[in-house]
């Protein structure tokens, strides 16, 4: 993985959690999800569970 990311272990906003739940909801792939959020993959993967959501597989 040679993408570095800059906002490593920043708290989630409350923007930022509401667009990850619409973006889920939707059914975007996880990779799309967390481009969007300019966010890891784990990290969305991690919120995603803690707030129950589910995140489509990429078929």
Do not use: C, Y
Request: charged content about 35%.
């Amino acid at each position: 993985m040679a993408e570095k990311f800059e906002r490593h272990r920043q708290p989630w906003t409350p923007a930022e959690i509401q667009k990850l739940h619409t973006l889920a909801k939707k059914g975007m792939a996880l990779k799309a999800i967390a481009k969007a959020l300019t966010r890891s993959e784990e990290s969305v993967k991690d919120r995603a569970k803690n707030d129950g959501l589910s995140i489509a597989k990429l078929r």
